[in-house]
């Protein structure tokens, strides 16, 4: 079982460098990690497990593979990555943190809010464990720039938002789990769309009020292929969301409005380099008619934000240090908007029975 590494004995943790390091799930995005996790000097991957491995074995690299999950957590492991389907990652990652691991989990955190609702309540039991959810976009040099500026209040405060994220379709990996509600959960929404959710909450307090409409009329699957969603937050700023798996062209967007200029973010890199170049653009407000006469655009070329995510958390698990980003919270909230824009549409809520996020919440945390 994997050892508790206890953030206040250092000096114990430092003897177990490089921590070892497990991958559950080793399909196109477990293998990406792997890339990353391999270039820190203080990590190792020494097992993955997939349901493609039909038996154990041991892989040409020396890395020992499993055809489950739960055989892989077995394993004397410090770190579990979790890169499984919806269905099965909240599961994984509270049998880690019950087993004594550091956990990494992707997004989405579960099928539901309950998903993520549960798996915080394991993370008390386990206060020495460090737990991460994969908002990778946080880490996009773009997205860095924004927030530094609506920070510094150079342009003043924001008014409202608008964001668009999309692509061609919804991609029936692994057998088609993405594709099928009792596997993921949801559709383009949760699976791409929480990344944009995520984004906005940075720049907005607590969303108060949702409306959505929410629709599966294209591909027919009994998961969404286009959320639309309009939401005012504490402040009384608006936040406008297209999620889209019919935007036959890739797309990532997000425009902030602010009281003394405008940021807009156009692209964002990615291993298929399918949604473009990364660029942000910043302009002041002034007084023509014509709107801002001038503006200033910045490109990105290179993407470093798996680097970076996977060295945030290391670190954290290492040296006992909070998470910066992508905590249990993040997820929780993340999780509690995407189904705040599901039960806001009322034919939505019908179809698929789906609860009020706001009354899980309370029940849970009571």
Not at 34 to 40: D, E, V
Not at 94 to 116: N, S
Request: aromatic content about 10%; proline content about 3%.
């Amino acid at each position: 079982m994997c050892p508790s590494i206890k953030p206040a004995g250092l000096e114990e943790t430092m003897k177990k460098i490089p921590l070892r390091v497990g991958i559950a799930g080793f399909g196109v995005v477990g293998k990406r990690r792997h890339s990353y996790i391999n270039q820190h000097p203080e990590l190792k991957t020494v097992s993955v497990s997939d349901q493609y491995f039909k038996s154990h074995g041991i892989l040409d690299s020396g890395i020992t593979y499993h055809p489950d999950y739960r055989s892989l957590i077995e394993e004397n492991i410090d770190i579990l990555f979790v890169c499984l389907p919806n269905y099965l990652a909240a599961d994984a990652t509270i049998e880690g943190l019950a087993a004594g691991c550091h956990v990494f989990c992707e997004k989405p955190p579960g099928c539901t809010v309950h998903d993520i609702e549960r798996v915080i309540q394991a993370e008390k039991r386990h206060p020495d464990q460090v737990l991460k959810y994969g908002f990778n976009h946080r880490y996009h040099d773009s997205v860095r720039k924004a927030l530094e500026i609506v920070a510094s209040g150079k342009l003043g405060h924001v008014v409202n938002l608008r964001g668009t994220y999309g692509k061609s379709k919804i991609i029936p990996f692994s057998g088609g789990w993405r594709a099928q509600r009792k596997y993921a959960g949801g559709g383009v929404l949760l699976d791409q769309g929480i990344h944009m959710v995520d984004l906005i909450r940075l720049f907005c307090s607590e969303f108060v009020e949702v409306k959505s409409f929410v629709s599966n009329a294209y591909w027919k699957h009994d998961v969404e292929d286009n959320a639309y969603a309009i939401m005012k937050d504490a402040c009384g700023r608006i936040a406008m969301l297209h999620s889209s798996a019919t935007q036959w062209q890739h797309r990532f967007v997000l425009d902030i409005a602010l009281t003394e200029g405008f940021i807009e973010l156009r692209g964002i890199l990615s291993g298929s380099k399918s949604y473009g170049q990364e660029t942000i653009v910043v302009g002041r407000r002034d007084e023509s008619d014509y709107g801002t006469l001038r503006e200033e655009t910045f490109t990105y070329l290179e993407d470093n934000s798996w680097r970076d995510e996977i060295n945030e958390f290391a670190d954290a698990a290492i040296n006992g240090l909070p998470i910066k980003a992508g905590s249990s919270s993040d997820a929780q909230k993340a999780m509690s908007i995407v189904y705040q824009i599901y039960h806001s549409d009322k034919i939505w809520r019908t179809q698929y029975n789906i609860q009020d996020p706001k009354k899980v919440d309370s029940v849970n945390r009571g």
